[in-house]
Structure formats: structure tokens, C-alpha cells
């Protein structure tokens, strides 16, 4: 199974809803909102209104991406999403925080970062429903991808056939129709994917991303 969340962050703000509707037309399968409070990173992004107006104009899951420095003062902010993603290196106690996010029934996930070790994650992977590997640095779109990140999730990968998980292997940034089928190569099926999927005809571009995974999937034999 493949997952295709598109990043709002790359949508044009100013008819998001219309953005919106292209990308589920398209076979999205939930929306990646990405939070951005200008200390984690250098930028702005979402707030929880965006999470309550969105709900009037899709059905699609939810999924906020906190790159906050304080998530833990806010997660109940967000609790109208499906998935809360923390970013892992955002948290002093990353288990008390997924367990927070659990509390609040939501889903979870835990983004790390390209400088940090995915290793050191292993006492989460049980408790989370995602585990996003970022292959750019968090807080802008259309950088490039990083391929080097590809080991995470090949380490992900043969760690969950080995231990019986079940969460999902996610990649955030830099994902297109090239660096798709890389990922899924390695052994992710999650994308967060922006300025690849807010680009033109942004339904075709929806559709063309899962198809390019489908196609990296069926070479795989
Ligand atoms: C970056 C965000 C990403 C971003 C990806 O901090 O977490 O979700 O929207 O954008 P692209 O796909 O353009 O790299
Ligand atoms: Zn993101």
C-alpha cells in the first residue's frame, strides 16, 4: 500500500480549498499540514483554524506536522487532526509525548531529521503509526532531496520485518516523481509530498506520483 499525503505548505494559501479538492480528486490519501512557529525553523506556517475550515471542505484525514520547539504545550491544540508527526528531536520524553498524542486520539507520528539517528528511535517504533524520515531540512519546500537519508529507511525497513511492526515509512521533502520511486525502492510507502503535487494540473500530479510508486513497486518483481 502506498500513501500519498500532499503538503499544503507548497498549495496556493490563497484558494487552498480549491487546491485541496484537486489533490483528493487526484487520490490523495490524507493532507499534510505543516506547522511552523519561527524558532524550530525560519518560517510560518499553519495554525489549528486551517485544521477546523479544512474539515468543511474534505474528508480526507488530517495529518499536522508539528516543527514547533515546544510541542508539548500544544498538541491538544491540534487533536482535530488524524496524526499528530512531533519532530523527535522537538521532545525531552518522546514516549510521554506519543503517549500524550495517543490520549488525545489521534494518530502518531515522529519525523527525524537527516542529522540524527534513526537507531537511537528503535524503543518508539512499537507506538507509532508513522516514522517520517525528512531528506530535506525542515521548513521550506522545493528543496532538493537528499539520498543519502535512503539508508534510514532501508535500517526502518529491515527493522520492522524483523521485530513484526506495522507502522508506515514515511519520507518528507524533496519527493517527486524521480526520488518517489527511490523511496519506495528502499522500502518507504508514505510521502509527504509538496511542490511535486501542488504543480499544475495538481489532480494529474496526484494521480502521477502514486503511479510512479506503483511502477517502482511492480520493477521490484
Ligand atoms: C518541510 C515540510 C514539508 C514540505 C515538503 O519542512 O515538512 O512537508 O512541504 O515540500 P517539498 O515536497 O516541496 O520538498
Ligand atoms: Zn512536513
Known sequence: MIHI???LLAADTAHLATAVCAAEAGGADSLHVDVMDGRYVANYAFSPKTL???RRVTKLPLHAHLEVSNPDDVLS???TA???IVQEDTTPDLAATIATVRRLGCQVGVAVNRSRSVEALAPVLPQVDLLLVMAVEPGFGGQ???ASVLDKVRWLHARRCACGLRFAIGVDGGVNLTTIAQCVVAGADFFAVGS????GDITASVKALREAAMAAIASEG
Open 5 to 7: 499525503s500532499p503538503s
Open 52 to 54: 477546523t475550515d479544512l
Open 77 to 79: 491544540l491540534f487533536a
Open 82 to 84: 488524524e496524526m499528530i
Open 144 to 146: 532538493p532531496f537528499d
Open 196 to 199: 511535486a503535487a501542488f504543480v
